[in-house]
């Protein structure tokens, strides 16, 4: 599902674009979570690398889009921006916070589709998908492919990658609720594992990385059906 932004304060605009994008929705049968906001500074206070794309007016009252953008790079250099304005040479700065395009106003919807697309186009070069988790000094987005396995550890979560350990806080069933169920599986009421990243199984435990994890009994079957399907065996 795309996580979308619409970052703008005229109500005429924001509804014309929230049209649109539900008319994309229809015509290419793309799932989409929209949330609108009305000012750089309102979206910027409440942003914590949580969107795919950022749909953002240029001129806005407290806060103007490129300064809100310059903002969301210091803490998201993945998100993809489109600038919504009427003077382009406001737009092509955009540069300067990688930006992807700009729309200008009065917005037509092909022009809109077309930028629309090369979003899309971009996030699937990607081909990944982020989990945002609370750390101790805010929060921070990880590619899920490179998590090899999530430890509960009380009101504790130990999130294990190819480059570090990362601690967060929160409880893993929740956090369960956010991964990909095709990849992730619960093998344990204090683990998580990466399908990926599963080496081999023994009696009592799962091998991730070299790591032997446990595994409970009630879950070791459905566990087993899903590492099949993984290793397409």
């Known amino acids: 599902m795309l996580r979308i932004a619409v970052v703008e304060d005229q109500s005429i605009y924001q509804e014309q674009l929230l049209d649109y994008l539900q008319r994309f929705q229809k015509e290419n049968q793309v799932p989409m979570d929209v949330q609108t906001f009305t000012d750089g500074d309102e979206f910027i206070n409440k942003y914590d690398a949580q969107f795919d794309i950022i749909l953002m007016d240029v001129q806005m009252p407290l806060m103007d889009g490129m300064s809100a953008a310059e903002?969301?790079?210091?803490?998201?250099?993945?998100?993809?921006?489109?600038?919504?304005?009427?003077?382009?040479?406001?737009?092509?700065?955009?540069?300067?916070?990688?930006?992807?395009?700009?729309?200008?106003?009065?917005?037509?919807?092909?022009?809109?589709?077309?930028?629309?697309?090369?979003?899309?186009n971009r996030l699937g070069k990607r081909e990944v998908e982020y989990l945002t988790i609370k750390v101790k000094n805010g929060y921070t987005r990880l590619d899920m492919s490179e998590i090899y396995y999530i430890e509960s550890q009380g009101h504790k979560l130990l999130l294990?990658?190819?480059?570090?350990?990362?601690?967060?806080?929160?409880?893993?069933?929740?956090?369960?609720?956010?991964?990909?169920?095709?990849?992730?599986?619960?093998i344990h009421r204090s683990y998580l594992v990466n399908l990926a990243h599963v080496e081999g199984v023994k009696d009592k435990g799962v091998i991730v990385k070299g790591e032997e994890l446990p595994i409970s009994r009630s879950n070791r079957k459905p566990f087993m059906e899903a590492l099949v399907d993984q290793w397409d065996m």
């Open 71 to 120: 903002e969301i790079r210091k803490v998201d250099s993945k998100v993809v921006i489109i600038f919504i304005t009427n003077m382009a040479q406001y737009a092509i700065k955009g540069y300067a916070v990688d930006a992807l395009d700009y729309v200008l106003k009065p917005i037509t919807y092909y022009a809109f589709s077309e930028r629309l697309n090369k979003a899309i």
């Open 160 to 186: 294990k990658t190819k480059d570090a350990t990362i601690e967060a806080s929160g409880a893993i069933k929740e956090l369960e609720k956010e991964l990909n169920d095709d990849w992730f599986f619960r």
